[in-house]
């Protein structure tokens, strides 16, 4: 089967972070199935206007002396994403108005759901990524943590709001 493009099938864990002044992200932003399936946003760098309940906010982490805030689990269902030419992921993010500070996350991946391998360790906003540097020739999981800074942030800053995760390269689990 000749790899294709697909998207995150199932939510397998999350741990949502809060806002930037420790209050818990408002409720349209809490749903992680939003992340499900093609994105709603257009991969532009600002989302003008932002589709409500179409994303999950990552959100900061509570203490402020740790940056790695909030974080998701996402399986590719009867899929796995493979190692194929260039980029091999890509991560969605919907990000309002014209002006904001840049919103960064980690990339990992994993073949069983426990045992990580890092993509990378900081990518902005919309981004894509090569399977390769993780040392797997294929995934089935993607682990995406919340890694912006803090401080250009407002205070109700939620973090890094993920409408969708595509495998760019994807096969097909034969029975």
């Known amino acids: 089967t000749l790899p294709v493009q697909t998207y995150a099938s199932n939510v397998v864990d999350f741990n949502q972070g809060v806002l930037k002044n420790g209050a818990p992200v408002t409720v349209d932003r809490t749903n992680p199935s939003f992340v499900l399936g093609a994105p709603q946003s257009m991969g532009t760098p600002f989302d003008s206007p932002v589709v409500a309940n179409s994303f999950f ?12 805030g909030g974080s998701i689990v996402l399986e590719f269902g009867s899929g796995y994403i493979v190692d194929g030419p260039g980029n091999d992921l890509r991560a969605w993010e919907v990000t309002g108005g014209t002006s904001y500070p840049t919103e960064k996350i980690k990339i990992e991946v994993s073949q069983n759901g426990s045992s990580w391998f890092l993509v990378t360790a900081s990518a902005d906003r919309d981004t894509e990524a090569d399977l390769a540097s993780s040392g797997l020739a294929w995934a ?21 709001d993920l409408d969708a995760v595509s495998a760019l390269n994807c096969g097909v689990l034969q029975d």
């Open 140 to 160: 089935k999981y993607v682990r995406i943590t919340d890694v912006s800074p803090r401080a250009p942030f407002e205070a109700t800053a939620d973090g890094y």
């Open 57 to 68: 906010s990552l959100g900061f982490n509570s203490s402020t002396t740790i940056v790695e």
